[in-house]
């Protein structure tokens, strides 16, 4: 019906039209102009394109006209032929990266404004948002970094994942009494922001998890992350009467003060967990680098603390605060380090961990720059993803012989590292668990293991039909055996030292990313192009590649 309605005012006006005028755009200003209708039935009015929605409203759509906008008042209607539309919606992207918009004016027949509308607006420094729209979508104004003020009316009942995320320029916020829910990353990266209220009428922050909470297996619920890289954020503060949420010395809680949800960033020196908290929010410690004591209440039930040091059930060392500096000494009994529990510790230079520790999850030690060697004790058994990324002054490690499972990036970034064993017990090594460890020359295999095997330093499966990884610090020329059918994912990828290599015809199939990046390798293959199968972005970067048939 929309579609007829179109074509039949556009044969009767002959392409003529009323439209809104750039820098003055209210209704009674539109003159006529031509009308332009696209394939799709969208009408563009100078300057914005529209989707008619009914018989009676439209839609501010995306053009790629608007990168040349620097300012936008969008009219409250258009009409086409003596038709009149209710503009009510700004529609998905619609002016999402127009980096030259400096001021925009939305009308209050706007009810709705959709996901990632105005992000990375850069040049925006504040919006007034009308008392007809009810809710901010997804990403609305991400990474708007020049914004400095928005004023949210008492209409809006939701705020968006990442709604403001990126907005580095504001530096308050007012959330109205109506909003209900606020989602994940909402405000991350508001690196302005140095307090924030939340209202008595939120009841949900952030997304969560069907995962339980149980031992071994981090809590994920993500209200922390609402509030993600808010690096100058130095207290979260609750409304008394709010049903769901609570706070104390700008730490935010569930109501109950069961859980703790979020500490935030800016917070220094000591924080006290109180004897009610049974648990704790994924990421709530993220980025409190001048956190130095973590207390908990005497008689707390689950959690304890040993020199300003937080444990689960006195088994679990569960988090160490980021600004701890010197020596770690992990007590006897303890049987697991949790999901990123010395993140990003980068002061610390020494930890001694004791032989009841059989397992290191993801994260443990991600970030400890500072480590130039550490002793991973027989009992372990695994070492979780990217455990140790980012160890960049770690020099050498020895993985003991009962390590089953080593996780992806477990080892990346630990620039120092010259060489590493892989014992016999290794029956599983993630993706890029040695990637951009640029000193790394050797990885060694012992002969007996089941699953792996290395020649000169490089990583093969166990009967080598497949290269897996080349240690990044090789130089010179490789020769690829024989027995070789496949070569695996960026298994060369910035190898920037090796010059040349020979790949038999055995080969016929290199994956994606094999060779990028190797900026003075020449590869030579003794095959046609026709019968090796070379998956996308495999050589980009080389110096050059011949197929010798």
Request: net charge negative; glycine share 8%.
């Amino acid at each position: 019906m929309l579609k007829k309605l179109l074509v039949s005012l556009l044969s009767a006006l002959l392409c003529i039209s009323v439209v809104a005028e750039p820098e003055s755009q209210s209704n009674e200003n539109q003159h006529e102009t031509d009308v332009k209708i696209d394939e799709k039935g969208n009408v563009f009015v100078t300057p914005l394109l529209y989707h008619i929605t009914s018989d009676s409203t439209a839609e501010v759509i995306k053009d790629y006209s608007y990168k040349k906008l620097e300012s936008v008042v969008i009219p409250s209607e258009i009409r086409i032929g003596g038709h009149v539309y209710s503009v009510t919606s700004i529609g998905d992207y619609a002016f999402g990266w127009c980096d030259r918009l400096t001021h925009i004016e939305i009308p209050s027949s706007v009810t709705s404004i959709g996901d990632i509308a105005f992000s990375f607006c850069s040049g925006l420094t504040n919006i007034e948002i009308p008392s007809s729209v009810t809710s901010i979508g997804y990403g609305t104004f991400r990474s708007c970094s020049g914004l400095t003020s928005i004023e949210m009316p008492s209409s809006v009942t939701s705020i968006g994942g990442t709604a403001f995320s990126g907005c580095s320029g504001l530096t308050s916020i007012e959330i109205p009494s109506s909003v209900t829910s606020i989602g994940s990353y909402a405000f991350s990266g508001c690196s302005g922001l140095t307090s924030i209220v939340i209202p008595s009428s939120v009841t949900s922050i952030g997304r969560k998890s069907e995962i339980p909470n149980c031992i071994g297996l981090r809590p994920m619920l993500n209200e922390a992350l609402v509030f993600s890289d808010c690096s100058g954020l130095t207290s979260i503060n609750v409304a008394i009467d709010n049903p769901a949420y609570s706070s104390e010395d700008g730490i935010l809680y569930n109501k109950n003060k069961t859980k703790l949800i979020c500490v935030p960033m800016c917070k220094k020196g000591k924080i006290r967990i109180p004897s009610s908290v049974i648990s704790i929010s994924d990421s709530a410690f993220d980025g409190c680098k001048d956190l130095t004591n973590i207390k908990v209440s005497f008689n707390n039930s689950v959690f304890s603390s040993k020199h300003g040091i937080l444990y689960y059930e006195d088994i679990v060392l569960y988090k160490v605060p980021m600004g701890r500096r010197g020596n770690v000494r992990i007590p006897s009994g303890v049987t697991s380090i949790y999901y990123g529990a010395f993140e990003d510790c980068k002061d610390l230079t020494n930890i001694k961990i004791p032989s009841s520790v059989t397992s290191i999850w993801g994260y443990a030690f991600s970030g400890c720059s500072g480590l130039t060697s550490i002793e991973i004790p027989s009992s372990v058994t695994s070492i979780g993803n990217y455990a140790f990324s980012g160890c960049s002054g770690l020099t050498s490690i020895g993985i003991p012989s009962r390590v089953t499972s080593i996780g992806v990036y477990a080892f990346s970034e630990c620039y120092s590292l010259t060489s590493i064993e892989i014992p016999s017990s290794v029956t599983s090594i993630g993706f890029d668990a040695f990637s951009k460890c640029s000193g790394l020359t050797n990885i060694n295999v012992a002969l007996d293991n089941t699953a792996y095997s290395s020649e000169n330093g490089i990583l093969y499966n166990k009967n080598k039909t497949e290269l897996i990884s080349v240690p990044l610090g090789m130089k010179g020329e490789v020769k690829v055996p024989s027995s070789v059918t496949s070569i695996g994912y960026c298994a060369f990828m910035d190898c920037s030292g090796l010059t040349e290599i020979y790949i038999p015809s055995s080969v016929t199939h290199i994956e994606d990313g094999a060779f990028q990046n190797c900026k003075n390798l020449d590869v030579i293959i003794d095959n046609s192009r026709e019968n090796v199968k070379v998956e996308w972005s495999a050589f980009d970067g080389c110096k050059s590649v011949k197929f010798l048939k």
